[in-house]
Nanobody, 118 residues
Framework: QVQFVESGGGLVQPGGSLRLSCAAS????????ILWYRQAPGKQREYVAT???????VYPDSVKGRFTLSRDDAENTVTLQMRNLKPEDSGVYYC????????????WGQGTQVTVSS
């Protein structure tokens, strides 16, 4: 069982940037992909980004061009760089690993809160 700890959230003004980190308690190199999700109050968890074990990235249109994922398998960390943040980007951000069918493999961590507000 791998546990994930997300960090780096905070309060930022619209147009600002944040860098979130996802630290795994074990090796992530064998996981097909690492995914980020976010959840706003009263809403379902929303998919944010994927990075595969080949380093390929996928983003939904809502964040494409503004969010960038990178991974460091030696440190078992994944970084989500977020730029030009919008109020609708607010929420608790979570990371997890997935298999090739994009089934989530482990329990969710506590997440990190991102609030975009003026």
């Amino acid at each position: 069982q791998v546990q994930f700890v997300e960090s780096g959230g905070g309060l930022v003004q619209p147009g600002g940037s944040l860098r979130l980190s996802c630290a795994a308690s074990g090796s992530i190199s064998g996981c097909y992909a690492i995914l980020w999700y976010r959840q706003a109050p009263g809403k379902q968890r929303e998919y944010v980004a994927t990075i595969t074990n080949n380093g390929d990235t996928v983003y939904p249109d809502s964040v494409k061009g503004r969010f960038t994922l990178s991974r460091d398998d030696a440190e078992n960390t994944v970084t989500l760089q977020m730029r030009n943040l919008k109020p609708e980007d607010s929420g608790v951000y979570y990371c997890n690993a997935a298999d090739s069918a994009f089934q989530i493999l482990f329990s969710w961590g506590q997440g990190t809160q991102v609030t975009v507000s003026s």
